[in-house]
């Protein structure tokens, strides 16, 4: 991984073999990053996407092991229990331009992966909410 800080804008490029979401919470923490908005594009060679059943209150999950486009992936970062947490969504097309979307889990970069990471000054948590079975923006 490589950046370059820009006010309070990184731009973060991604090398092929990196996780997205792992490199994501390591560069928050190093920066002490405690909350921030991101967006992305770039390519992976292997993808764990979710699907949440709020009826079950649980996640599904598919993994993709093969090259996909990252078509848009955008998301933000909380803490959770003093940590960083990724939400991130992100839509992803094949070489027949057929689109799959979901919560990203994981991915792998398979060339690159460009971000566009916007830092927030203050601290944002997460909290369990047990209705609903998720940990929402505590705000």
């Known amino acids: 991984m490589k950046y370059k800080k820009i006010g309070d804008i990184y731009v973060i490029r991604l ?13 928050l923490e190093e920066n002490k990053i405690p909350a921030a908005y991101l967006t992305a594009i770039g390519a992976v ?3 764990e996407l979710a699907h949440y059943d709020l009826g079950k209150k649980e996640y599904s999950y598919k993994t ?9 992936l955008i998301g933000n970062a909380a803490l ?33 992966c460009e971000v566009v990471l916007r830092a927030f000054d203050e601290k944002v948590a997460r909290k369990e909410d047990l209705k609903i079975g998720l940990k929402l923006l505590d705000i």
């Open 15 to 27: 090398y092929k073999n990196e996780k997205i979401i792992e490199t994501l919470i390591k560069f």
């Open 64 to 72: 993709f092991k093969k090259p996909l486009e990252i078509i848009s």
């Open 80 to 112: 959770f229990n003093g940590k960083p947490m990724i939400h991130a969504h992100v839509s992803l097309s094949d070489d027949k331009m057929k689109v799959f979307g979901g919560h990203l889990k994981e991915a792998t970069v398979s060339a690159t």
């Open 45 to 47: 060679s292997e993808a």
